[in-house]
């Protein structure tokens, strides 16, 4: 089940512009890799040495196939693709590394990571915890 609550925004664009106000997501920390392994080890039959190895493995082969231009796909969960992000120049002669701006690698989920999203429950949370600020606009969130 994912929380949500309501934070105020400054929207300058579009018909309506103006203070309005929406939805986002109430985010319940983070897993650390430790977590991470402890949960898998319990739904698994691999003690935690095995799993933390395993995972060490896969950031790195993740990490390399990406750096080298592969995109990895997990089954269960989607693909990491790499991109570049460019200046466009007029000529072919102009584009060299110097108009690269970023690399970056995104993350696509698979049709059964998207189906299980799109039927994910929602459930407000109130209030939000006192003093929390928008990330984005430096405003406090309204419960």
Do not use: W
Not at 43 to 60: H, K, P, T
Not at 75 to 99: H, W
């Amino acid at each position: 089940m994912l929380h949500y609550t309501k934070v105020r925004r400054r929207i300058a664009t579009g018909t309506n512009p103006g203070v309005k106000f929406l939805a986002v997501i109430s985010r319940n920390g983070i897993m650390t890799q430790e977590q991470l392994i402890e949960r898998i080890a319990g739904a698994s039959a691999l003690a935690e040495n095995d799993v933390l190895s395993a995972l060490r493995a896969l950031q790195m082969v993740i990490t390399d196939a990406t750096m080298n231009g592969i995109t990895v796909q997990l089954d269960q969960l989607g693909c990491f693709t790499p991109y570049l992000s460019a200046k466009a120049m007029d000529t072919n002669e102009e584009v060299d590394t110097s108009t690269i701006r970023r690399v970056a690698i995104r993350f696509n989920p698979n049709v059964r990571f998207k189906s299980k999203l799109k039927t994910t429950s929602y459930e407000y949370r109130n209030p939000a915890p006192k003093g929390l600020v928008d990330e984005n606009s430096g405003e406090e969130i309204i419960p």
